[in-house]
Structure formats: structure tokens, C-alpha cells
């Protein structure tokens, strides 16, 4: 089973208007955190929220913010106020915890979003 | 203040040459991850090292890949005869420690890799 699903390859939104990127998990470990990743078409990966298993709160980073249901195991990424900066790829990704023992990051196959002005 | 580096940008190597591709991790930092993003697809793990030790490489295929992070200088990713199948990107991440699942890994720009 896939451990990070993104089932959207591609979303438009109209400058100035918020988007929800969708983004659900698969785990058996308690403990876990999920990242988003933005990659411009230049190729980086820039990290820009963070949620942990245990937070009580949805994480919001400016223009970020995460809206977690646990219950559900998912964890949507909403940006406000588009930008055509925000034109790029997004990926969902997850790190599980001690149960699990593993280090690395799980990644989706990502969200190419387009801003139209 | 660097981040993570990886050189070269853009690799083209014809079937059957090697390629080496070379991460070097913010400072401080003793983490080394490697992730491949085949196109149109998300990041895989490849393989996590510490310093001087390969921690966890079941990312990693057995044959005609390596990696290694010595004491002194950077992580190489090495990968032996190679084919199109590996023509990709290859991220390397680092971070300062491991365990915390707020442990963020810094990612570098990625090496692309053209198999000929």
C-alpha cells in the first residue's frame, strides 16, 4: 500500500484565491510527521510546513497552513491568497516514527499547481 | 551560509560509464540521505549515512550502486555501468541528528543524470 497518496496530478487556481492540495497517509505507527514540499520548476525542494501526529494544533506557516483530521489520515495543504510564484510542484511526505524505525521520508507523486493571473 | 551542495548539476554519461555524484551537507550536519525522483514522480529513498557508516540502504538497489560519506569530504553516490533506467534526479538531504520526527532534512538542488 502506498504510504503517501496525492491524488490530484494537477490543479489551476486564479490568483488571489486559497487552494487545498490533498494529501492522505498510511501508517501504523502512533507516532509520525508529514511535510510539504514545494518544487519549482527549477528543481529544488523547499520545505514549507511541518505537522507532527501528536500536535494539537494545525500547523500554519504564513500563507501555509495544514489542515490535519487525523482520523481521516489526511493532511491537506491550503495556501491563501495564490501568488504565480506558487506555480510548481507540490509533494506530501511523511516520516514514521520509532515503532517503525525508519529515517527516511515517504513521498506522493506530488501536485503540479498552476496560479492563473 | 551554505546549504546542502551537490555537484555536478547536470551529469550525461553513455550506457555503461559511471557516474559519481557528490553531496556535500550543511555544516554541522552528520546525516546524509539520498533520494532518486524518477520523471513525473515523487522522491524514493535510496540510502542514509552517517559519517564513515552506510545506517539503512534497503532503497538502495544491490547491484551497480554505492554510497559512501567519509570522514573528511563529501557523500558520493556511485553508480556502476550504467543504463537509461537510471537517467533521473538524485537528491541528497542532510540533517544535524536523527531520530525526532521533526528533524527536518535540508535538501540540496539535485544532480540530473542523462543516460545516453
Known amino acids: 500500500a502506498q504510504k503517501i497518496t496525492q491524488t490530484q496530478p494537477g490543479m489551476f487556481v486564479q490568483e488571489k484565491e486559497a487552494v487545498t492540495l490533498d494529501c492522505t497517509y498510511d501508517?501504523?505507527?502512533?507516532?509520525?510527521?508529514l511535510f510539504w514540499y514545494k518544487q519549482p520548476s527549477s528543481g529544488e525542494m523547499i520545505f514549507l510546513i511541518y505537522?507532527?501526529?501528536?500536535?494539537?494544533q494545525n500547523a500554519t506557516e504564513g500563507r501555509y497552513s495544514l489542515n490535519f483530521q487525523k482520523a481521516r489520515k489526511s493532511a491537506n495543504l491550503v495556501i491563501s491568497a495564490s501568488q504565480l510564484g506558487d506555480s510548481a510542484m507540490y509533494f506530501c511526505?511523511?516520516?514514521?516514527?520509532?515503532?517503525?524505525?525508519?529515517?527516511?521520508?515517504?513521498f506522493g507523486t506530488g501536485t503540479r499547481l498552476t496560479v492563473i493571473p | 551560509n551554505a546549504g546542502v551542495m551537490q555537484n555536478p548539476r547536470h551529469l550525461v554519461r553513455r550506457r555503461g560509464q559511471e557516474a559519481r555524484l557528490r553531496c556535500s551537507p550543511v555544516k554541522g550536519h552528520s546525516h546524509v540521505y539520498w533520494y532518486r525522483q524518477l520523471p513525473e514522480e515523487g522522491l524514493k529513498f535510496m540510502v542514509y549515512l552517517q559519517k564513515e557508516n552506510i545506517i539503512d540502504e534497503s532503497g538502495m538497489p544491490k547491484e551497480r550502486f554505492s554510497a559512501e560519506f567519509p570522514k573528511e569530504g563529501p557523500s558520493i553516490l556511485r553508480i556502476q555501468q550504467v543504463v537509461r533506467g537510471d537517467s533521473a534526479a538524485y537528491f541528497c538531504a542532510s540533517s544535524r541528528r536523527t531520530g525526532g520526527l521533526h528533524n527536518e532534512q535540508f535538501f540540496g538542488p539535485g544532480t540530473r543524470l542523462t543516460v545516453l
Open positions: 511526505a511523511m516520516r514514521e516514527g520509532p515503532q517503525t524505525g525508519a529515517n527516511n521520508l515517504f
Open positions: 505537522q507532527g501526529s501528536y500536535d494539537q
Open positions: 501508517t501504523s505507527d502512533p507516532s509520525y510527521g
